[in-house]
T-cell receptor, first 115, second 111 residues
Framework: ETGVTQSPTHLIKTRGQQVTLRCSSQ?????VSWYQQALGQGPQFIFQ???????GRGNFPPRFSGLQFPNYSSELNVNALELDDSALYLC??????????????FGQGTRLTVV | SQQGEEDPQALSIQEGENATMNCSYKTSINNLQWYRQNSGRGLVHLILIRSNEREKHSGRLRVTLDTSKKSSSLLITASRAADTASYFC???????????FGAGTILRVKS
């Protein structure tokens, strides 16, 4: 149990729709990162938020967007869903002290299926 | 794109045996981390080794890092059926935990 919670656990959407995934970070953690994990592959970095600002982005199109709130929880939004967006979406939180980022704690993920 | 590559892709051993997984990566790193994933769910952090470290231990886990060869290995000693999972290495080039994962090794420990 990492203290990082994601919702929902499973989701089915239709191609072209929009989806919002949510993540509550571990208490005291001000950095949240999102990853996409396709079946049989390792997770791929989507983006990271630090103190409500985007702090780095992977090779994902602009239809993947995010938010971080003052309580450091976060949302991942995906517009115009495509079949290839079907994946496990993982959120990871970590604390930052004196400029150094600590260990990343992952949530259990949201399994998104696009049909 | 994924930086790391794990080897082997799959490994099947008997309970009590040791399991060794290898990871290679392409660019300079600040640290390398190993994670375990059960049944396609969340990742569990196992161990972090920094670029200036060569070896680290945690319980039955031993990790080595060779930055000249851009490679790392994870050794699980005296494996148990509960160790059955996918294992991933992840590299952090900076200081922000923007991790680049490999494709993973599937470990099956038979009892």
């Amino acid at each position: 149990e990492t203290g990082v919670t994601q919702s929902p656990t499973h989701l089915i959407k239709t191609r072209g729709q929009q989806v919002t995934l949510r993540c509550s970070s571990q208490s005291g953690h001000n950095t949240v990162s999102w990853y996409q994990q396709a079946l049989g592959q390792g997770p791929q970095f989507i983006f990271q938020y630090y103190r409500e600002e985007e702090n780095g982005r992977g090779n994902f199109p602009p239809r993947f967007s995010g938010l971080q709130f003052p309580n450091y929880s976060s949302e991942l939004n995906v517009n115009a869903l495509e079949l290839d967006d079907s994946a496990l979406y993982l959120c990871a939180s970590s604390g930052r002290t004196g400029g150094l980022v600590g260990e990343a704690f992952f949530g259990q993920g949201t399994r998104l299926t696009v049909v | 794109s994924q930086q790391g590559e794990e080897d082997p892709q799959a490994l099947s051993i008997q309970e009590g045996e040791n399991a060794t997984m290898n990871c290679s990566y392409k660019t300079s790193i600040n640290n390398l981390q190993w994670y375990r994933q059960n049944s396609g769910r969340g990742l569990v952090h196992l161990i972090l080794i920094r670029s200036n470290e060569r070896e680290k231990h945690s319980g039955r886990l031993r990790v080595t890092l060779d930055t000249s060869k851009k490679s790392s290995s994870l050794l699980i000693t005296a494996s148990r059926a509960a160790d059955t999972a996918s294992y991933f290495c992840a590299t952090d080039a900076g200081y922000g935990n923007k991790l680049v994962f490999g494709a993973g090794t599937i470990l099956r420990v038979k009892s």
